[in-house]
T-cell receptor
Framework: DGGITQSPKYLFRKEGQNVTLSCEQNLNHDAMYWYRQDPGQGLRLIYYSQIVNDFQKGDIAEGYSVSREKKESFPLTVTSAQKNPTAFYLC????????????FGQGTRLTVV | KNEVEQSPQNLTAQEGEFITINCSYSVGISALHWLQQHPGGGIVSLFMLSSGKKKHGRLIATINIQEKHSSLHITASHPRDSAVYICAVTQKTSGSRLTFGEGTQLTVNP
């Protein structure tokens, strides 16, 4: 079945540690996105990539880094520079271009203690 | 002010009721999306529309481009419809990026 897989579903890390969230898709989509969701707020864009080996900052990129070495994979690293990393993280993908439907993963809930 | 506003924030209904969730936006858009997020967190796309009306089962989505307003209707609501419903838009100036509303938490009681 085609879809987007995020892993793990729950992740706990100590403060000051970097952590990498996985996102893999087998939909042959060119575009991939990382969003952050906090209670009472809409999803906010962290980074996005429209093609392999290229990515752009979203609205809240500070403290995060990404890579897009393969079309299928778009991992997100939450660095120790992110001041408030505890949140729900969602990965999405779509075909390139406008007016394309977005497909979402199941999300990763990161808790930093 | 958010570029995408939804109302109400929370909605409780009895099984069988007709439900309406509203979305207003203040930017030029290429398309508007209605999404559903279940308690586990995963999000499913319900509709993508740029004009008129779309229907899928008991769900109906409408959009009025002139008024910059969209509605999501659920007929004959059921407890399994309980979820967060999210309105999002692709802006004309932002390619395929989505701008999201804060979501509407719907609870349908049996």
């Amino acid at each position: 079945d085609g879809g987007i897989t995020q892993s793990p579903k729950y992740l706990f890390r100590k403060e000051g540690q970097n952590v990498t969230l996985s996102c893999e898709q087998n939909l042959n989509h060119d575009a991939m996105y990382w969003y952050r969701q906090d209670p009472g707020q809409g999803l906010r864009l962290i980074y996005y990539s429209q093609i392999v080996n290229d990515f752009q900052k979203g609205d809240i990129a500070e403290g995060y880094s990404v890579s897009r070495e393969k079309k299928e994979s778009f991992p997100l690293t939450v660095t120790s520079a992110q001041k408030n990393p505890t949140a729900f993280y969602l990965c999405a993908s779509s075909l390139a271009g406008v007016n394309t439907e977005a497909f979402f993963g199941q999300g990763t809930r990161l808790t930093v203690v | 002010k958010n570029e995408v506003e939804q109302s109400p924030q929370n909605l409780t209904a009895q099984e069988g009721e007709f439900i309406t969730i509203n979305c207003s936006y203040s930017v030029g858009i290429s398309a508007l999306h209605w999404l559903q997020q279940h308690p586990g967190g995963g999000i499913v796309s319900l509709f993508m529309l740029s004009s008129g009306k779309k229907k899928h089962g008991r769900l109906i989505a409408t959009i009025n481009i002139q008024e910059k307003h969209s509605s999501l209707h659920i007929t004959a609501s059921h407890p399994r419809d309980s979820a967060v419903y999210i309105c999002a838009v692709t802006q004309k100036t932002s390619g395929s990026r989505l701008t999201f509303g804060e979501g509407t938490q719907l609870t349908v009681n049996p």
